[in-house]
DNA sequence: CATATATTTGCATGGCATGCAATGTTTGCT
DNA sequence: AGCAAACATTGCATGCCATGCAAATATATG
């Protein structure tokens, strides 16, 4: 059973999503440098204070609360035998089908991020912690040795995760388990940056 | 001749380094948390108020300004014609050759984020505005549909190029031609990574 | 229902960051 | 050298940000 069963549970969970959610409206409407802290918890119907509660800040607020990967998945990811890439994106693909993407969430964020492409570093900052967990899966399997290509390699998962959740976010007809086959496609074909060259087209 | 020309100039930078060394020397012996804008102020003998003249906070003043890479460099790589990697990592290396870069800073700063890690993120966004510009290289090169991986590459070789540097810094036996050596080495990896698989070991 | 455990809230405090206008310094020109 | 324009530094006032603490309120457990 997961944690949500109990009241409390349930309604921190919806709390912090409903503070998420006055961000968003506040930031679109009025704009994100625009708006205070004090205006969002209004906004929210809770005390300042209660949105401190939730996150550390305005930018936090943004981004909303991300779940860690699942234990159950890190375990699978720790006993399977496949193809390193294999695991790491059928691991990712599990994690996501946990069902916590709002697609409309989603879509808000980007339609910010447009507006205000200042804020996309709040974005990218908030995959470091999916990276960090990512960093974990390659080096149980890889070993401690290779923690400076395990880092690169996180980086570059993650931040193509992110791109393809934005994707995802703007097509309807895309189904929530294309993202992870979207982001492979991107990361194989930096493969192919790195890995053959890439020369200059003829011009 | 640069921008160095006038005493004006000489003064910013001469500035902004101090600003710079007193914030590590700062954070070095009370702990980044615990010290103040008003602090480091006092201890780089300027106002707070020029403080924020040259950094917008602690954090920027902690890593100091970063030059963007020389037009010249930029011009030179629209004009090669070699396999794409070759071309960036040698517009790296230009870069870094500018001599920008202080042995002994950067020891400060690696020795700061082993001591306390939860800054680590704040030096990964700083590279940022690095992969910002090489995102203009590599789409210069490849065109604008190439975007999302022209952003993934550009992800993965500024963070590439943070870890070496840092290496760099840690080991006096290592030029500083090595840095964007040693960087390849680790994107290359990770491509065999990406592209080849990567089994796991038998256990 | 009674008790233990979490959560929300108000208040007080101190740091952060910016605009503005006054003052001081450098530069380039005559 | 002397002058005016451009630029840099500073103090002050202001308002937002973020946290600790303790009282009040809500939920869980038995």
Not at 85 to 114: K, P, V
Not at 131 to 153: H, M, Y
């Amino acid at each position: 059973m997961p944690a949500s069963s109990t009241l409390r549970d349930r309604r921190r969970l919806q709390t912090g999503r409903e503070i998420q959610s006055a961000t968003l409206r506040l930031a679109l409407r009025e704009g994100f440098e625009a708006i205070t802290t004090e205006m969002i918890a209004a906004e929210a119907g809770v005390s300042l204070r209660t949105f401190f509660n939730y996150y550390a800040n305005k930018e936090a607020a943004l981004v909303g609360r991300r779940p860690e990967i699942d234990p159950g998945i890190i375990g699978w990811f720790e006993i399977a035998s496949g193809p390193l890439m294999d695991d790491l994106f059928e691991a990712l693909s599990r994690h996501l089908d946990d069902g916590h993407l709002n697609r409309e969430t989603i879509r808000l964020i980007s339609t910010l991020l447009e507006r205000s492409p200042e804020l996309v570093p709040i974005f990218h900052a908030s995959l470091q912690k999916l990276a960090c967990q990512i960093v974990s899966l390659v080096t149980s399997r890889l070993g401690e040795t290779a923690r400076p290509e395990a880092e690169l390699l996180a980086e570059l998962l993650s931040h193509a995760l992110g791109h393809a959740i934005r994707s995802w976010s703007q097509s309807d007809d895309m189904s929530e388990s294309e993202i992870t086959r979207l982001a492979r496609q991107h990361v194989e074909k930096v493969g192919a940056l790195i890995g053959y060259g890439g020369e200059a087209p003829s011009r």
